[in-house]
């Protein structure tokens, strides 16, 4: 699935060519992804001048001059095309501007395109509990410590968890994890405030490493423009298993199962 890191490299790379621009031509393809498209998005769409992009969470935020705001979700394999040569079954959203056609193509059919008044984005009912944004302020030791207190769930698990940070995945929480030498497997309550606040600055700084890099280019994942992501070449931990530790030189890789999803961590220097 397309973490925060490939979201944003995603928006960056549409605002590239979308800011600014008047819709010219919209066009759904079939009645649903994971939902079904907003009945009004093509009437809404079209004609309407995009003022800018963004993202919450793992959310892209397409603003326009109407009023609303699409928000997209790329799912498991969704990405944007840009220009493509030709339209595939799997291109299940067409938006086109003077200069451009974007794609969004979607073989799994897990992501999802809502219509939000632009007013009422804060309301929208997947943003309504969402924690703090990684990279933003209100990401603070004091935060996880509240939010970690007494709690003996694994610190990994409760990282997932929207409700305490929005938009951290499963990678990225893995090498945070690494860089701040905290154990996955450590319940969070009993995590020092101390290492909490080692951990707060390496969330941010593998995230801004990886989106600088392009993200993770993971199974179906590329930047609208075709651009694989490089950051897989820079894992320090993720899908390392039995391989040494970068950091300690002396621990090996190892995986284990939390919460039906695999996490990897070195024993030797995560404690």
Same mark, same amino acid.
């Given at each position: 699935?397309?973490?925060?890191?490939?979201?944003?490299?995603?928006?960056?790379?549409?605002?590239?060519?979308?800011?600014?621009?008047?819709?010219?031509?919209?066009?759904v393809n079939r009645p649903d992804l994971r939902r079904p498209f907003p009945p009004d998005l093509v009437?809404?769409?079209?004609?309407?001048?995009?003022?800018?992009?963004?993202?919450?969470?793992?959310?892209?935020?397409?603003?326009?001059?109407?009023?609303?705001?699409?928000?997209?979700?790329?799912?498991?394999?969704?990405?944007?095309?840009?220009?493509?040569?030709? /339209?595939?079954?799997?291109?299940?959203?067409?938006?086109?501007?003077? @200069?451009?056609?974007? +794609?969004?193509? *979607? $073989? &799994?059919?897990?992501?999802?395109?809502?219509?939000?008044?632009?007013?009422?984005?804060?309301?929208?009912?997947?943003?309504?509990?969402?924690?703090?944004?990684?990279?933003?302020?209100?990401?603070?030791r004091k935060h996880l410590c509240a939010a970690f207190s007494g709690r003996k769930q694994a610190i990994?698990?409760?990282?997932?968890?929207?409700? /305490?940070?929005?938009?951290?995945?499963?990678?990225?929480?893995?090498? @945070?994890?690494?860089? +701040?030498?905290? *154990? $996955? &497997?450590?319940?969070?309550?009993?995590?020092?405030?101390?290492?909490l606040g080692r951990l707060v600055p390496e969330i941010r700084a593998v995230l801004l490493e990886a989106?600088?890099?392009?993200?993770?280019?993971?199974?179906?994942?590329?930047?609208?423009?075709?651009?694989?992501?490089?950051?897989?070449?820079?894992?320090?931990?993720?899908?390392?298993?039995?391989?040494?530790?970068?950091?300690?030189?002396?621990?090996?890789?190892?995986?284990? +199962?939390?919460?039906?999803?695999?996490?990897?961590?070195?024993?030797?220097?995560?404690?």
């Amino acid at each position: 699935m397309p973490e925060l890191p490939e979201v944003e490299t995603t928006v960056r790379g549409l605002a590239r060519l979308l800011e600014g621009e008047r819709v010219t031509r919209v066009q759904v393809n079939r009645p649903d992804l994971r939902r079904p498209f907003p009945p009004d998005l093509v009437q809404v769409l079209t004609g309407a001048r995009i003022t800018a992009m963004g993202r919450r969470a793992k959310y892209g935020l397409v603003h326009t001059d109407r009023d609303h705001t699409m928000v997209f979700h790329l799912g498991m394999s969704g990405r944007w095309r840009i220009d493509p040569g030709d /339209i595939g079954k799997h291109d299940h959203l067409m938006i086109e501007t003077g @200069a451009h056609r974007f +794609a969004l193509c *979607d $073989p &799994r059919r897990f992501g999802s395109v809502d219509l939000v008044a632009s007013d009422a984005l804060d309301r929208f009912q997947p943003f309504l509990t969402m924690g703090p944004e990684p990279l933003g302020d209100d990401l603070t030791r004091k935060h996880l410590c509240a939010a970690f207190s007494g709690r003996k769930q694994a610190i990994k698990l409760l990282l997932l968890d929207q409700r /305490i940070v929005a938009g951290l995945g499963n990678i990225y929480v893995c090498e @945070a994890l690494h860089r +701040a030498r905290i *154990d $996955p &497997r450590k319940p969070a309550g009993a995590v020092s405030a101390a290492a909490l606040g080692r951990l707060v600055p390496e969330i941010r700084a593998v995230l801004l490493e990886a989106i600088e890099a392009g993200g993770s280019t993971l199974r179906d994942y590329a930047a609208p423009d075709g651009q694989l992501g490089y950051f897989s070449t820079r894992f320090d931990v993720y899908d390392r298993e039995g391989e040494p530790c970068r950091s300690c030189g002396n621990g090996a890789i190892q995986r284990i +199962a939390q919460g039906g999803r695999s996490s990897w961590f070195c024993p030797r220097c995560q404690k």
